[in-house]
């Protein structure tokens, strides 16, 4: 399956890229194929704006979207969460 990580990256140290690169990491070890914004997005100077549209056409290409803890604060993320629900892919969201 492919699937694209969701979740907050402003305000948080590394732009929580640690909790994005393990989840990512962890489906891997599962066979799956992931999309990861901390590898599309590697650089944190970038404009909000800029990484979105990256990101966006990444996740258009998935089935499913694993969100982070905190998905829900995150402006890009809560896009992410609403394009994927829109488009009918599946929603993990390891916290229930």
């Excluded at 914004?37 to 704006?49: C, G, T």
């Amino acid at each position: 399956m492919r699937i694209y990580v969701a979740g907050p990256m402003t305000g948080y140290p590394d732009l929580n890229f640690p909790a994005f690169h393990a989840a990512a990491a962890a489906l891997r070890a599962q066979g799956h194929h992931v999309e990861n914004p901390a590898e599309i997005n590697a650089d944190p100077k970038a404009q909000w704006l800029d990484c979105m549209r990256m990101d966006i056409a990444r996740l258009v290409t998935c089935d499913a979207v694993y969100l982070l803890p905190g998905w829900e604060k995150s402006r890009g993320a809560k896009v992410e969460h609403g394009l994927a629900v829109g488009l009918g892919f599946q929603i993990i969201n390891p916290e229930g």
